[in-house]
Every structure is written in structure tokens, then in C-alpha cells.
């Protein structure tokens, strides 16, 4: 959660989507953690949240999310993390829904596989 308030994020899906990342990616400084992922997400959007006006938050924040899935594909264990890019894929369909307060039922698919999150 110090990677959410660094960036002034407040809404509850990306709070979990910083979460599920750093446990794929690690808090390190190699090129695929979490660290790395969200500085070249900053760079792409222009900012954080905290440096967005009210407005554009919530779109420079769900523009963040295709970093993650991203790196799982050109991570350097390629095939292991290539099996994640589902979740990374379903926080970009949860983000893409407008749902950032996270409320139920959310129905994903990440693995070929229906689950609904009440």
C-alpha cells in the first residue's frame, strides 16, 4: 500500500491492482518489478494520480493496467509469468468496466474459467 498513497491512488481496484502485481513482480529494481512496471506506466500517462486533475484520474490510473500484463509477457521467465497475463488481463476488463470501487458481483474469466466475485 506505500506504492498506492506514493502515488495518491484511492480507489479500491487499484489498490488491488498494485497489490496482485507486486505479488508476481516483487518490490525490487530489476526491469519487471512492480517499481519498474509503475515507472514506465507514470511515463506513458504523463503522471500519477496525485499529478492528474480530479477529472482524468480514474483514466490515467486504468491506463496503468497495460503495463502489467505487458510485462508478463517479456518478463525474463517468460513461460511462468506468461501464465498470470489472465489476472493482469482481467484487471484490465474490471478497469475498463468503470467498477473501481469493486463492488459485486464481478464476474472474470483469467484462465478460460468463469468465476464471479460477489
Not at 63 to 91: F, H, L
Request: glycine share 10%; charged share 25%.
Amino acid at each position: 500500500m506505500d506504492h498506492a498513497d506514493a502515488i495518491g491512488a484511492k480507489f479500491p481496484l487499484t489498490k488491488a491492482a498494485l497489490y496482485e502485481a507486486i505479488i508476481q513482480h516483487g518490490d525490487g529494481t530489476d526491469p519487471d518489478s512492480l517499481g519498474a512496471i509503475m515507472d514506465r506506466a507514470t511515463k506513458r500517462v504523463g503522471g500519477t494520480p496525485l499529478t492528474a486533475s480530479r477529472g482524468h484520474m480514474a483514466r490515467r490510473v486504468s491506463r496503468r493496467t497495460p503495463q502489467r500484463s505487458g510485462a508478463c509477457r517479456r518478463c525474463q521467465d517468460a513461460q511462468e509469468w506468461a501464465e498470470s497475463v489472465g489476472r493482469a488481463d482481467a484487471m484490465k476488463r474490471i478497469f475498463a468496466s468503470g467498477n473501481y470501487d469493486l463492488h459485486g458481483p464481478i464476474e472474470v474469466n483469467p484462465f478460460g474459467n468463469a468465476f464471479t466475485i460477489e
